[in-house]
């Protein structure tokens, strides 16, 4: 599995590198928690050590639980209760004290990235959202409102996509840009404004897109 290692020791990092590519993994090194947030999309599994340099691990975890359910499993020094706790709370799906036992370290991933695999199935099998006369196809990519096509742009599409997937339900400005222009933190809120009044003027359906002041948007009646 690709995973995305974050750890700015370079003994831990290179020795486990190595190690997990030696059993067929593809590791990524990254050594900031910034790296992290932005580079999510590449791996199945995330180790994310607690002490890096710039952000600290767990306000990483909190960043990135907000954007994205990527498996984490935090890899720490830092084996007191309070962090344990917290770590889980803010969504890791598991939490390993160093000095790390491979072969448990090793189990530990395989088991949640099954279950996450699961998850991902069950989602997978929903290929058609339909809500009130707009249906958005979403392995071929197409929408329709009312019986008719309607032309929209990669972005857009993706725009509408990723609200389709959480059909009912407020999804974060965050979440919007992390998972069409591949990162939620950027700089770039006006030009989701302005992808966002695009599709409204297409799909020509008012009530559908709500927006949720200082949060984001939801898609449904
Ligand atoms: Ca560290």
Known sequence: MRVLLVEDDDGVGDALAEALAARGHLPTRVRRGADALTRHHEADLVLLDLGLPDTDGLEVLRMLRKVADVPVLVLT???????????????????????????ELLARMDTITQRAAVRSSLTALTHVVQVSDVEIDMAARRVRAGGDEISLTTK?????AVLARRLGTAVSRQQLMDEVWGDAYLAISRSLDVHMTQLRGKL??????????GFG???GE
């Open 77 to 103: 020094a830092r084996g007191d209760e309070r962090s344990v706790v917290r770590g889980l709370r803010l969504g890791a799906d598991d939490y390993v004290v160093k000095p790390v036992r491979l072969a």
């Open 156 to 160: 857009e599409f993706e725009l509408l």
């Open 204 to 213: 020509k359906r008012p009530g559908l897109l709500t927006t949720i002041r």
């Open 217 to 219: 948007y939801r898609l």
